[in-house]
């Protein structure tokens, strides 16, 4: 809610007419409701104290409670305690419902200027660098554009992380999105990466959007590995539009991979 104009009117409507709104921050949340004259009660849901606040309102859903779950900024259960609470409900024949509003993640993939077709979003990565380019090493042959968050003191280590690993692809940074100060500073990761550690990090938060693998990255076992995951959900020629639109292969000889994979697991 770090931006009251994000606010839709359903999303209004259900804050005036629930029990009880969970929030991060209480002071933030405050703001929002009395902005529009809400008046409802609040309490107080976090990291630190959810273990302890759980069971407590997951007896008041149980006996039919109406309990609104918002965050300071961004979506609720997205890289966000809150999926927790949500699981639990879920589990107990609670009916949970989103009511979606501002996304980061679809914000940053919106103005990256980056494909959007197929795209895995990577949530926060490491803080310390060797344990950080291990964990990007498994997302150097991921087909599509990648998203990642990141604090802001760690941004330009991050973009170096980046580029060593995933190689000098284009990128965006994204800041403050949907707020007063929201800008796309787009180039190279190494060029990105050299702007910050020079310029120092920004302000507020960020969202890192990293574009796909280039074409010429992707040999026959790559595209058959890829082939391999798409099939497991999708019929053939979907499958090889898929992974032939993120290769930059053409699709008459992905397809023709795709029903030979096809072939040998019959």
């Known amino acids: 809610i770090g931006n009251l104009r994000d606010i839709t009117l359903r999303a209004l409507d259900v804050l005036g007419g629930v029990d009880r709104v969970l929030a991060e921050d209480t002071r933030v949340t405050r703001r ?5 004259g809400l008046r409802v009660e609040l309490t107080a849901y976090h990291d630190h104290n959810g273990e302890r ?5 997951l007896a008041d859903l149980r006996e039919g409670a109406r309990v609104a779950l918002v965050s300071d900024a961004g979506t609720p259960l997205v890289s966000d305690p809150g999926y927790k609470l949500a699981r639990e409900a879920i589990d107990d024949n609670v009916p949970v419902i989103a009511i979606p509003g501002a996304s980061a993640v679809l914000a940053a993939l919106a103005i990256a200027g980056l494909p959007t077709d197929c795209f895995t979003f990577a949530g926060f990565p490491p803080q310390k660098t060797g344990p950080r ?3 990007l090493e498994p997302f150097r042959h991921v087909p599509g554009s990648l998203v990642f968050y990141e604090g802001v003191s760690r941004l330009p280590a991050m973009l170096a992380s980046l580029a060593k690993v995933l190689g000098d692809r284009p990128a965006a940074v994204c800041r403050e999105l949907t707020k007063l100060h929201e800008e796309a500073r787009r180039g190279n990761l190494s060029d990105l990466a050299t702007h910050y550690a020079e310029a120092g990090p920004p302000r507020g938060e960020v969202v890192i959007v990293v574009g796909p693998p280039a074409a010429d990255d992707w040999d026959a076992g790559k595209v058959d590995t ?9 019929r053939v020629k979907e499958a090889a539009s898929h992974v032939a639109e993120a290769s930059g292969w053409s699709r008459r000889d992905v397809y023709a991979r795709a029903l030979a994979l096809k072939g040998e697991d019959r």
């Not at 606040?53 to 309102?57: Q, S, T, Y």
């Open 32 to 36: 929002l409701l009395d902005a529009y």
């Open 53 to 57: 606040v759980r069971p407590g309102i």
């Open 133 to 135: 380019e291990a964990w």
């Open 226 to 234: 890829a082939l391999r995951a798409a099939l497991e959900d999708m």
